[in-house]
């Protein structure tokens, strides 16, 4: 089992006062509704479907997803939508973006509420916090990673972007955030929003983030982003729970935030399931049949 290549330090600084990632990336749709969703009414980011989910192979696990940066829960309605078609008990809670330890027990404390077995999916970011906050929930069977980060203990975000070429989100940060203090934080913290509008080496939203998104729809992701605290991405992750639980991933091959190459080592590491799909890194938005189809898999796995 290899481990990820290691940045120099100064590159490591460089990318910790400057960069952050999507986690995730993911994309925040609130105003919008999916085009590629079934019939099936899409919820809102916070309610979970009452449908049965008995079967005679006993009680399908409940599903939990979790959003990156520069997104909300509902970037999942796509996936939502089809996962409650199926009979499955969905919740998609938010993702406060605050940093890895706040956000997985944050995590983890909604997760305790929830009765029976649970399989938890990350998107981007939200898989630096699945793979934390699983380790503390004892009910958590199954970890699914679509287009995200998969650490090992005391790997950050901007290491893992740095340990191969390709990412987007390393370049100058000028270029590419807007960078925006909040209260209470940190000193010296700021939120970063990612601009829309291509500058220098930084393609634009649409090419680097949301690739593969129709531009009206992606121009509507921009406008209503959550923003991410720039420290998140310099907190190590904890002892992760992939060495304990099943997991499986999905690649995206046109990922411009989070290289290809890199998840599949990430992935190989874990020993996860791998499904590669040609999509960019919402592939929860442009692919949820093929997202929905690899959770579903884990979640009939652990039952």
Same mark, same amino acid.
């Given at each position: 089992m290899r481990s990820l290549p290691r940045p120099r330090t100064r590159r490591a600084r460089a990318l910790a006062a400057s960069c952050v990632v999507a986690a995730a990336a993911t994309v925040f749709a609130a105003t919008s509704q999916v085009t590629a969703a079934p019939a099936t009414t899409a919820t809102t980011a916070t309610t979970a479907t009452t449908a049965s989910a008995e079967t005679d192979g006993g009680a399908k696990p409940t599903i939990v997803l979790v959003h990156g940066a520069w997104a909300d829960a509902s970037s999942w309605n796509a996936v939502i939508a089809r996962?409650?078609? %199926?009979?499955?008990?969905?919740?998609?809670?938010?993702?406060? /973006?605050?940093? $890895?330890?706040?956000? %997985?027990?944050? /995590?983890?404390?909604?997760?305790?509420?929830? *009765?029976?077995p649970v399989v938890l999916v990350g998107h981007s970011y939200g898989g630096m916090v699945i793979t934390d906050a699983a380790a503390k929930s004892a009910n958590v069977k199954a970890l699914v990673y679509d287009d995200a980060?998969?650490?090992?203990?005391?790997?950050? $975000?901007?290491?893992?972007?740095?340990?191969?070429?390709?990412?987007?989100? @390393?370049?100058?940060p000028s270029t590419f955030l807007n960078l925006v203090p909040y209260p209470k934080?940190?000193?010296?913290?700021? !939120?970063?929003?990612?601009? =829309?509008? +291509?500058?220098?080496?930084?393609?634009?939203?649409?090419?680097?983030?949301?690739?593969? $998104?129709?531009?009206? &729809?992606?121009?509507?992701?921009?406008?209503?982003?959550?923003?991410?605290?720039?420290? %998140?991405?310099?907190?190590?992750? #904890?002892? +992760?729970? =992939?060495?304990? /639980?099943?997991? =499986?991933?999905?690649?995206? @091959? &046109? !990922?411009?935030?989070? +290289? *290809?190459?890199? &998840?599949?080592?990430?992935?190989?590491?874990?020993?996860?399931?791998? @499904?590669?799909?040609?999509? #960019?890194? /919402?592939?929860?938005?442009?692919? +949820?049949?093929?997202? @929905?189809r690899v959770i579903t898999e884990a979640a009939e796995a652990v039952r």
């Open positions: 996962l409650q078609h %199926a009979g499955y008990t969905v919740y998609a809670p938010p993702n406060p /973006l605050r940093g $890895v330890s706040y956000d %997985a027990q944050t /995590l983890a404390s909604f997760v305790a509420t929830l *009765p029976g980060y998969i650490p090992d203990e005391g790997e950050t $975000v901007f290491q893992i972007n740095a340990a191969r070429p390709g990412s987007c989100v @390393t370049a100058e934080g940190p000193s010296g913290d700021v !939120d970063a929003y990612l601009k =829309w509008a +291509p500058n220098g080496a930084y393609k634009g939203f649409q090419d680097c983030f949301a690739n593969g $998104v129709p531009a009206a &729809q992606a121009r509507l992701l921009a406008a209503g982003q959550r923003p991410f605290a720039v420290s %998140a991405g310099s907190e190590p992750s #904890g002892a +992760p729970a =992939w060495k304990s /639980l099943p997991s =499986w991933a999905v690649v995206g @091959t &046109q !990922d411009h935030v989070i +290289p *290809p190459a890199e &998840q599949r080592a990430m992935a190989e590491r874990a020993h996860a399931h791998m @499904t590669e799909v040609p999509a #960019g890194h /919402l592939s929860l938005v442009t692919r +949820p049949d093929v997202v @929905t």
